[in-house]
């Protein structure tokens, strides 16, 4: 069984920073693509960034040079550095890992992945 836990999330002021881990378990972070979705208040979950098998890293525009995801073997944990947040980032923030390697074009669809965390909200302030 896959399990997958986050922690790190709580309130910031804008231009702070956060770092949300995603503990697994049943699955090694290295042999599957990982990845971080975001869901504000009515609207959809969206992609945030994704950490290939191979160590290479997708991110949605929005977040390119703020935001940084790794991931350390030895821990099974991945990471997400946030700097410089932006209320608009205001957010739950879900873990998601899919099976083996999958092809850029699917990264950043909710339905490339099999397991989920619960979920951290991430709330920045004005």
């Known amino acids: 069984q896959v399990q997958l836990v986050e922690s790190g999330g709580g309130l910031v002021q804008a231009g702070g920073s956060l770092r949300l881990s995603c503990a697994a378990s049943?699955?090694?972070?290295?042999?599957?693509?990982m990845a971080w979705f975001r869901q504000a208040p009515g609207k959809e979950r969206e992609f945030v960034a994704a950490?290939?098998?191979?160590?290479?890293?997708s991110y949605v525009e929005t977040v390119k040079g703020r935001f940084t995801v790794s991931r350390d073997n030895g821990k099974n944990t991945m990471y997400l550095q946030m700097n410089y947040l932006k209320p608009e980032d205001t957010a739950v923030y879900y873990c998601?890992?899919?099976?083996?390697?999958?092809?850029?074009?699917?990264?950043?669809?909710?339905?490339?992945?099999?397991?989920w965390g619960q979920g951290t909200q991430v709330t920045v302030s004005s």
């Open positions: 998601t890992s899919g099976a083996g390697t999958l092809i850029n074009t699917s990264l950043r669809y909710v339905s490339s992945y099999d397991y």
């Open positions: 049943g699955r090694t972070v290295s042999s599957s693509t």
């Open positions: 950490l290939k098998r191979s160590g290479g890293s």
